[in-house]
T-cell receptor, first 112, second 114 residues
Framework: KAGVTQTPRYLIKTRGQQVTLSCSPI?????VSWYQQTPGQGLQFLFE???????NKGNFPGRFSGRQFSNSRSEMNVSTLELGDSALYLC???????????FGRGTRLTVV | AQSVSQHNHHVILSEAASLELGCNYS??????LFWYVQYPGQHLQLLLK??????LVKGIKGFEAEFIKSKFSFNLRKPSVQWSDTAEYFC????????????FGTGTKLQVIP
């Protein structure tokens, strides 16, 4: 079956702009989580959506937001981009807690 | 707040050497524990997981991990590493009590020398 798909793979944005990233989970998975990966901070949890509801949220400012659609596809939005937002953004989907998460290849965001 | 510590940031081993990567977590409730691997240029992949039952879990590619509840540890082991095991390894804790929140360790880069 198809894995987790993230689009686009690469993005270059200017400070102050906003960006929307997309994630299509594995078919049947209703939980979608987003992570930010940077060399300095490692993998940090952004938020998790389950059945269109945000179930949990990490310690990121309100500029980072997300949503999930009825088909479980999810989008993440970052407004008023800052240079420090440059990172690899990973999406993961899961069926249950015990299954673990399946990750996409990520979207590499560069803010200039 | 829960946290995950991976004390080894960079490990260099020769082929056939034994591997043990440490992972300690802090959380008093019920947790699910995972090890993920990220090979160079590839996405994160699940290596193994502990949910309940036998604390010694076996994963793919000959890896295993032991959950020691009293030590809040979930160390990853492999008896004999191969060059192809060169990758970054992440320990993760899922809080299964109420909110499904996950915390990752900072990762351990393993370099296996042929």
């Amino acid at each position: 079956k198809a894995g987790v798909t993230q689009t686009p793979r690469y993005l270059i944005k200017t400070r102050g702009q906003q960006v929307t990233l997309s994630c299509s989970p594995i078919s049947g998975h209703r939980s979608v989580s987003w992570y930010q990966q940077t060399p300095g901070q490692g993998l940090q949890f952004l938020f998790e959506y389950f059945s269109e509801t945000q179930r949990n949220k990490g310690n990121f400012p309100g500029r980072f937001s997300g949503r999930q659609f009825s088909n479980s596809r999810s989008e993440m939005n970052v407004s008023t981009l800052e240079l420090g937002d440059s990172a690899l953004y990973l999406c993961a989907s899961s069926l249950t807690d015990s299954e673990g998460a399946f990750f996409g290849r990520g979207t590499r965001l560069t803010v200039v | 707040a829960q946290s995950v510590s991976q004390h080894n940031h960079h490990v260099i081993l020769s082929e056939a050497a034994s591997l043990e990567l440490g992972c300690n977590y802090s959380y008093g409730g019920t947790v699910n524990l995972f090890w993920y691997v990220q090979y160079p240029g590839q996405h994160l992949q699940l290596l193994l997981k502990y949910f309940s039952g036998d604390p010694l879990v076996k994963g793919i590619k000959g890896f295993e991990a032991e959950f020691i509840k009293s030590k809040f540890s979930f160390n990853l082991r492999k008896p004999s590493v191969q060059w192809s095991d060169t990758a970054e390894y992440f320990c993760a804790v899922w809080n299964s009590g109420g909110y499904q929140k996950v915390t990752f360790g900072t990762g351990t880069k393993l370099q296996v020398i042929p």
